[in-house]
């Protein structure tokens, strides 16, 4: 008659012993370990003009350091938390995303699974820049004030 028994250990990890009924057990070599989500990582660009949108990047990173892929997503729910409503994330398949900027202001991202929180990214929405005349010709040694929409800007040539 033949069985199989499972060994488990408090890593996750198990091994696979066979028994045949006229020989010694066998261990399976395959090694196998359930693991668990350890680290969320980042990647967004911390500022964003206003109205503009910017590729943002989720990383997943298992117990033992080696990066998940997005086919995770089917047992675990990342979520994104938001400090306040001037950006937007528009979600996509898998791990990117995308970051827009709907209104000026500072505020804060961050990804979460159940247990696990990434770091926290400080956003910067800004205007976009404006500059008026919009093409200017200088001669050797002249001077033209360029205005913007918050400053002024002296060129000398």
Known sequence: ???????????????????????????ILPYQQVVGISRIELQVSDKIEQGSSVPMSVQLFDTLGHPLGANVLHFVKLQPHLGSSIVRVKASEGLDHTLEGVALGETTVAFSTAAVRSSVVNVQVFAPLKITPRNVTLVLGATMQVVSRFCFLWFND
């Open 1 to 27: 008659m033949d069985s199989s028994a499972c060994v488990y250990n408090n890593s996750g990890a198990f091994l696979k012993f066979i028994h045949w009924f006229f020989f010694s057990p066998i261990q």
